[in-house]
């Protein structure tokens, strides 16, 4: 069945940096587009970057172009998200989304909690 | 990449029909039907119930539909059941190929 496990949160102070990581399996890895999408305490989705299936296109939300970079390791059926110049507005559950029929998200990981704080 | 407008919540008593609109702008809709709607659960990850604005991805079931007139998407739940009782999501893809939620609609199950 599909999965996705996403790793690497933690807590980190203003300014630093953190990469996440989502494991998939349960599917061929390579054929798939992938999003990550936050959501911070208390609040609702927030979206936050795609990447295509074959790494042609990375698009990123606004409030995290310049400071975010999402990746994959085909050999390692691994998305990443390089997150840069960390603020406390970036604090919440960041999930991973396999990218599905018709621009849909149609499977999503159990979420990786990042908090920025001093 | 302002956020598609949804109302705070809902509610019904079990068996009913509720009706959950979501308001974007022509950018965010514009002539595409790529509209998804995902339930949340407290606690647990965001599950897609409806894509492509009326179509539902297997196990879901027919008591979830959606459809999309002008700028407003809305999604129907029709003979409410507890275990529907759930935030819920819209999302578009938009005319920049990114793609953008609604502030999300608390339903109750009365």
């Known amino acids: 069945q599909v999965q996705l496990v996403e790793s690497g949160g933690g807590v980190v102070q203003p300014g630093r940096s953190l990469r996440l990581s989502c494991v998939a399996s349960g599917f061929t890895f390579s054929t798939y587009g992938f999003h990550w999408v936050r959501q911070a305490p208390g609040k609702g989705l927030e979206w936050v970057a795609v990447?295509?299936?074959?790494?042609?296109?990375?698009y990123y939300a606004d409030s995290v172009k310049g400071r975010f970079t999402i990746s994959r390791e085909i050999s390692k059926n691994t998305v990443y998200l390089q997150m840069n110049s960390l603020r406390v507005e970036d604090t919440a559950v960041y999930y991973c989304a396999r990218a599905g029929q018709g621009y849909s998200l149609d499977y999503w990981g159990q979420g990786t909690l990042v908090t920025v704080s001093s | 990449q302002s956020a598609l407008t949804q109302p705070p919540s809902v509610s019904g008593s079990p068996g009913q029909s509720v009706t959950i609109s979501c308001t974007g702008t022509s950018s965010d809709f514009g002539s595409y039907n790529r509209v998804s709607w995902y339930q949340q659960p407290p606690g647990t990850a965001p599950k897609l119930m409806i894509y492509d604005v009326t179509n539902r991805p297997s196990g879901v079931p027919d008591r979830f539909s959606g459809s999309k007139s002008g700028n407003t998407a809305s999604l129907t739940i029709s003979g409410l059941q507890a275990e529907d009782e759930a935030d819920y999501y819209c999302?578009?893809?938009?005319?920049?190929?990114?793609?953008?939620f609604g502030g999300g609609t608390k339903l109750t199950v009365l």
């Open positions: 990447i295509w299936y074959d790494e042609s296109k990375k």
């Open positions: 999302s578009s893809y938009t005319s920049i190929s990114t793609w953008v």
